[in-house]
């Protein structure tokens, strides 16, 4: 029996509509353009919280039991991600603590009309915006290590550094999510229009980024 393993578009604007329900809500918790010293493993639990309630019928947390962190930067080894991904990861999931990790560092920049972000297929126009997916985007992860702790060593889930077909559907079928990455910019025809020019983001901002223009970031792992 044939079944469909893409969403059909109705499916998508669901999940549209459902994120718009979870940024309504999440600006009780944080403003649309926070600052980054305000990220707390309380407010990303929260925010987290209101994610699970929407789509997931609270069944993440109960299932996976996860932590949340916040750390100034990813640090140590990581292995395939180039130093330009490394400095601008804003998130990550680590398995062995099954801990949801946010960067701060990350979180200096700030998404505009003018220069959106583009969160795993969903343009942001705010911060907490990007938050949000960004913590959708984790969750999967963890969703994957708890239902399914070997599926690190399956090829189907660690190619793309652990966003392989396995992750790709999950992402798809519980948030809309189209992608895997994040991405500054309007793009046309699925090529970027404005890419990465670090000197225009928010003042203050030290991002040691923008040494090639012509680079595109990734989430962290
Ligand atoms: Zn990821």
């Not at 299932?63 to 330009?84: D, H, I």
């Not at 060593?153 to 999510?177: Q, S, V």
């Amino acid at each position: 029996m044939a079944f469909k393993v893409t969403p059909t578009y109705s499916t998508k604007l669901k999940a549209r509509l459902k994120w718009q329900a979870v940024i309504k809500d999440a600006q009780k918790h944080l403003s649309l353009n926070f600052c980054q010293s305000e990220l707390s493993p309380g407010k990303l639990q929260v925010l987290a919280t209101l994610i699970d309630k929407t789509f997931l019928n609270g069944s993440f947390a109960k299932a996976c039991k996860p932590k949340y962190a916040v750390q100034e930067r990813l640090s140590g080894n990581v292995t395939n991600l180039s130093e330009t991904a490394v400095l601008n990861a804003v998130a990550g999931f680590e398995p062995d603590s099954n801990t949801l990790i946010f960067f701060k560092k990350g979180w200096q920049r700030k998404p505009s009309l003018r220069r959106p972000v583009q969160a795993d297929g969903v343009y942001c126009l705010s911060k907490l915006e990007w938050l949000v997916h960004a913590l959708g985007h984790e969750m999967v992860h963890c969703i994957v290590h708890n239902a399914c702790p070997k599926a690190r060593e399956y090829d189907a889930y660690k190619t793309d550094n652990g966003h392989g077909p396995i992750f790709m559907r999950l992402n798809k079928h519980i948030f809309g999510h189209s992608s895997s990455q994040y991405k500054a910019g309007w793009s046309r025809l699925g090529q970027l229009q404005v890419q990465w020019d670090t000197s225009s983001w928010e003042a203050g901002s030290s991002s040691s980024s923008s040494s090639s223009s012509n680079e595109e970031e990734q989430q962290g792992p």
